[in-house]
Antibody, heavy 122, light 107 residues
């Protein structure tokens, strides 16, 4: 069965960076897009961007360009998101979600990871 | 960006009742709207996509409909596991955007 497993809670200092992971299993990792979504405390969901592990292509929400960097390691079926120049505004839960396949593109998210909480505090 | 206005913010109902949640897009998104359910400690679950297509494994008491830029999620005969947060998401254009959420609580 499709599963997305995310790395654990992060407590990081302002101005630093953090890299969180999303390990996929149960399907061909290189065939499907991986999306990242943010949920700030008490707020709704925001789409950050996607990576296509098959060729490493990425697409970002302009709001997160320069803040988030998406990569993928096909040898371990793991997607990563690095967040840089962290401020308290970046404190949130970050989810990975599976999107469509290259042969059947769709832009909703049919499987989600459990989320990674990132807290930015000195 | 496409703004998704979701209502109501809160909703209270009893098991066995039916409820509806609405989402209005600020411009045409064709049929491309998805609905999700979020419960504490559980992965967010896709319920419906393309406005009215039920995701595999989702009970038929969930249904989605569309009228222009207005979308509705209807849940018939509420079960205890249906309570939690519901979100809509437009999947028509970049950046993909979500509604602000509806909290469905037990009355």
């Amino acid at each position: 069965q499709v599963q997305l497993q995310q790395s654990g809670t992060e407590l990081v200092k302002p101005a630093s960076s953090v890299k969180i992971s999303c390990r996929a299993s149960g399907y061909t990792f290189t065939d499907y897009y991986i999306h990242w979504i943010r949920q700030q405390p008490g707020n709704g969901l925001e789409w950050i961007g996607w990576i296509y592990p098959g060729d490493g292509n990425t697409k970002y929400n302009q709001k997160f360009a320069g803040k988030a960097t998406l990569t993928a390691d096909t040898s371990s079926s793991t997607a990563y998101m690095q967040l840089s120049s962290l401020t308290s505004e970046d404190s949130a839960v970050y989810f990975c979600g599976r999107g469509g396949a290259y042969y059947a593109s769709y832009w909703y998210f049919d499987f989600w990871g459990p989320g990674t909480m990132v807290t930015v505090s000195s | 960006d496409v703004q998704m206005t979701q209502s109501p913010y809160n909703l209270a109902a009893s098991p066995g009742e039916s409820v509806s949640i609405n989402c209005k897009a600020s411009k045409s998104i064709s049929k491309y709207l998805a609905w999700y359910h979020q419960k504490p400690g559980k992965a967010i679950k896709l319920l419906i996509y393309d406005g009215s297509t039920l995701q595999s494994g989702i009970p038929s008491r969930f249904s989605g409909s569309r009228s222009g830029t207005d979308f509705t999620l209807t849940i018939r005969s509420l079960e205890p596991e249906d309570f939690g947060l519901y979100y809509c998401q437009q999947h028509n254009e970049y950046p993909f955007t979500f509604g602000s959420g509806t909290k469905l609580e037990i009355k």
